[in-house]
Nanobody, 115 residues
Framework: HVRLVESGGGTVQPGESLKLSCTAN????????LDWYRQVPGKAREWVAH???????NYSNAVLGRFTITRDNAKNTIYLQMNNLKPEDTAVYYC?????????WGQGTQVTVSS
């Protein structure tokens, strides 16, 4: 049974930082690629960052230079360090992977950036 569980969301002021976590169980974590997405109500889900099993990372232009995705294979967990947060980063953040050709998603964690 595949389960992705995000945590770490909250409310911060512009310019502050947050670190999200996603623990993934039921997949071959060490050989898996995972992504972070985010979604604002009424808009399509937006890809944010990617990390593969070789630690290669990619970022959307909107977060490049501010967000960092990492992984800890011993804990079956990926992280998203978010620095210099902006109001437009406000969204529900989701962890995603593909397992046996199926999209798997977590329940999401809310990030709100507001003064």
């Amino acid at each position: 049974h595949v389960r992705l569980v995000e945590s770490g969301g909250g409310t911060v002021q512009p310019g502050e930082s947050l670190k999200l976590s996603c623990t993934a169980n039921g997949i071959g974590f060490r050989s898996s690629s995972l992504d972070w997405y985010r979604q604002v109500p009424g808009k399509a889900r937006e890809w944010v960052a990617h990390i593969n099993d070789g630690w290669t990372t990619n970022y959307s232009n909107a977060v490049l230079g501010r967000f960092t995705i990492t992984r800890d294979n011993a804990k079956n967990t990926i992280y998203l360090q978010m620095n210099n947060l902006k109001p437009e980063d406000t969204a529900v953040y989701y962890c995603h992977t593909i397992f046996l050709h199926q999209d798997k998603w977590g329940q999401g964690t809310q990030v709100t950036v507001s003064s």
